[in-house]
């Protein structure tokens, strides 16, 4: 896997979920190495992690302005 020096963890949730679909489609070519697959894994779970975290703050955010309206 080529290395870019991007966290692939930056970036909006869209863009986060674009690079997991990504990444699945690659995972699922059946002439990949092993350690391959185990790199892209790890890039899914950051993004995993990262997009969890954005919709976490999105829906704090939204709570909050709902709480501000009532």
Excluded: C, D, H, W
Aim: proline fraction near 4%.
């Amino acid at each position: 896997m080529a290395k870019t020096g991007k966290n692939p963890a930056e970036g909006g949730f869209e863009e986060a979920l674009q690079q997991l679909e990504k990444l699945v489609e690659q995972m699922e070519a059946p002439e990949l190495p092993l350690e391959t697959i185990v790199e892209k894994y790890e890039t899914g779970m950051k993004l995993v992690a990262a997009s969890t975290q954005k919709l976490k703050a999105a829906e704090k955010r939204n709570s909050l302005l709902n709480k501000k309206q009532a």
